[in-house]
């Protein structure tokens, strides 16, 4: 299992220097489909909203469980909220727990490599009716691994970046709804790229303090900090993983089977200096 996973606003990015390759997702915008309008992947809805039997969803991807709708902007009744698409027309609507698609990647993830998945995410409130929060979940066949967002409550278009590393080799992608809310989440320009990550910067220290290796495996060092008195690991959410303590080494010691980026705080030098470090540890 892909053990933790990390949502960031395009701001706090800067974190991160890193080489990103080829989109390995196809039809990412879902631009590319039959008939330039709003299509069920499955049970078949045409521009008029009329049942006409199994139709063809966004091409390159098809369907896991009925019935993920591409939508085109401007599309009335099909497209229930008139929603503009982040890029585009198109985009790709998942409602209720299990809507899903899946598509074969045009190179496959590969077992400990490290990777970042972007979209554009919001709200689908059909018609401002039912505004309860979403969310979705972005699966690899065959890994074991999944990427599940936040609950998204805004009607507005909103980024989302999240960095992980395979634990096992998968060639599809699957988007599942994931909420018993009967509203639905909007999706467009998903993104998937191979990257290399080269430095984790500090959140608000000295750029002459830094932590390696990258990614971390069985320990992490520190560079340029001393006279640690305490450390503590967290996640993303908050979530103590351990404390360290009396620190006397220019290292830590790192428990098992964390996988993603995770957040130091460490005491040292009558100061508190706050870190991002990318582990793997599987």
């Known amino acids: 299992m892909l053990k933790k996973h990390v949502f960031l606003f395009l701001s706090s990015l800067s974190v991160l220097v890193t080489k990103s390759q080829v989109n390995l997702v196809p039809n990412p915008s879902f631009e590319i489909g039959p008939d330039s309008t709003s299509v069920a992947w ?3 809805i045409d521009s008029s909203c009329i ?4 139709v063809l969803g966004p091409t390159s991807w098809s369907v896991i469980n009925p019935s993920p709708d591409r939508l085109i902007e401007g599309d009335i009744p099909c497209n229930w909220d008139n929603d503009t698409a982040a890029f585009g027309k198109a985009y ?8 899903s698609g899946q598509a074969t990647l045009l190179s496959g993830v590969m077992k400990d490599s490290s990777y ?3 979209c554009y995410v919001n709200l689908n409130t059909f018609r401002g009716i039912v505004t309860q929060p ?3 979940c972005f699966k690899f066949t ?9 609950f998204i409550a805004s009607t507005d278009w909103k980024y989302f970046d999240t960095t992980f590393i395979a634990t096992s080799n998968s060639s599809i992608i699957e988007i599942w709804g994931r909420s018993n809310a009967p509203s639905a989440i909007n999706l467009d320009s998903l993104v998937l790229t191979k990257i290399q990550i ?3 910067l500090p959140v608000n220290s000295p750029p002459n303090y830094s932590v390696y290796p990258i990614p971390a495996r069985e320990r992490i060092y520190f560079s340029g900090i001393h006279n640690i ?8 959410f908050g979530k103590i993983n351990s404390i360290y303590s009396e620190v006397s080494e220019n290292y830590i010691d790192l428990p098992e089977n964390l996988s993603g980026l995770y957040f130091i705080q460490i005491e040292a030098d009558q100061k508190i200096i706050n870190m991002r470090v990318l582990i793997n540890n599987n």
């Open 92 to 99: 790709v609507v998942f409602g209720g727990q299990n809507e």
């Open 198 to 200: 080269t430095a984790i």
């Open 229 to 236: 008195n305490k450390i503590v690991l967290s996640d993303h």
């Open 134 to 136: 979403s969310k979705l």
């Open 51 to 54: 049942i006409t039997g199994t």
């Open 42 to 44: 499955f049970g078949g």
């Open 142 to 150: 065959g890994s074991g691994d999944s990427i599940v967002t936040p």
């Open 116 to 118: 970042r998945l972007t």
